[in-house]
Structure formats: structure tokens, C-alpha cells
């Protein structure tokens, strides 16, 4: 389901809700963010200090930036960043990260699917990439669930892609 709040999409899965971040996700989004795990995938030579995911919490859509943090439906406890990003000319490219204590529980293939299905359905977008590194199968195993597949014209990189239509299945 998929709703508005102030030119800000709200989406809801079963077990998440994809929303704004807000003042109240400071500490945990800190703390996700400088977890070594997703300084590692995200290529963070540093860490996030408080001005960084103040910005982060502060910013609203724009054309070519659409940010959701992942949030558990019933208790509202953050999970994880899911967004996507485009640069001239370029395909949307989407990025995400599940905090390390919830990972392994399904909630980046729910993120990620209901994000994937927004972006066609409301931007009118007919392609997303996502970048996998290569030593991250479990980033690879969310997308290939999702439907992406493997550009096989960019084999170092680790670039997959999903087209609109989805498949049926995801």
C-alpha cells in the first residue's frame, strides 16, 4: 500500500513500515550507518558524524534522490535505508541497507520489492540497476529475489538490473 504525507510516499508491507526519517532515528541511524558491516558495503572510509545523518533525516525527494528508512510496522524501531538515485542521463540506481541485528530476517527483499513497485508504478520509471559488490552474496541473493538480473555486459562491477514489468512472483 502506498500512501502521501506532505509530497512524501508512505509505504507499507506486512512487516514494515518505509517512511521519512525522523528526529526520533538520530541513534539508531548513527549507529547503523558506523556499524563496520555497512561502512564496509557502503565504501564508508569514515564514519557518519551527527551533521551527515542530520542531513539525511532533513531531506525530502527530489528528482533524482528518494530516500525511505525501513522501519518495523508494529513497533516503529528503524531497520534499515532504502533509496534510490539517479545522475544525468543515467538509470536509477538503488542502494539499501538492513541494520546488522536484523539482517537475515527478509526485511531488505520486503523493502526493496515495495520500492522497486513504487518507482515503476509512481515515478513512470521503466529500469532500476542496483550495484552489488561482488563479495556480498547475501546483497545479491535481495536483488536476484526481487527479480533483478545480472547485466551481463558489466561482469567486474556487479551491476543487476529490473525492468518494469516486475515479475509476477516477486
Excluded at 112 to 138: D, Y
Aim: with cysteine; proline share 4%; hydrophobic share 45%.
Amino acid at each position: 500500500m502506498i500512501s502521501k504525507a506532505h509530497g512524501f510516499a508512505r509505504l507499507v508491507t506486512d512487516r514494515c513500515v518505509l517512511r521519512k526519517f525522523s528526529a526520533d532515528d538520530m541513534e539508531a541511524l548513527l549507529g547503523a550507518v558506523n556499524s563496520p558491516d555497512i561502512m564496509l558495503w557502503l565504501g564508508r572510509a569514515k564514519e557518519a558524524d551527527v551533521c551527515e545523518i542530520r542531513e539525511l533525516i532533513n531531506a525530502g525527494p527530489t528528482d533524482s534522490l528518494v530516500s525511505f528508512a525501513v522501519a518495523d510496522k508494529s513497533t516503529d524501531e528503524l531497520l534499515g535505508h532504502v533509496w534510490l538515485s539517479k545522475k544525468d542521463g543515467e538509470l536509477w540506481t538503488l542502494c539499501y541497507w538492513i541494520h546488522p541485528a536484523h539482517a537475515g530476517l527478509g526485511f531488505a527483499t520486503e523493502a526493496v520489492s515495495v520500492v522497486c513497485k513504487f518507482t515503476f508504478e509512481s515515478l513512470g520509471v521503466s529500469q532500476i540497476r542496483a550495484l552489488i559488490h561482488p563479495a556480498n552474496p547475501k546483497s545479491r541473493r535481495v536483488v536476484e529475489k526481487c527479480g533483478f538480473l545480472k547485466n551481463r555486459r558489466d561482469t567486474e562491477m556487479g551491476f543487476w538490473v529490473l525492468a518494469n514489468p516486475m515479475p509476477e512472483s516477486v
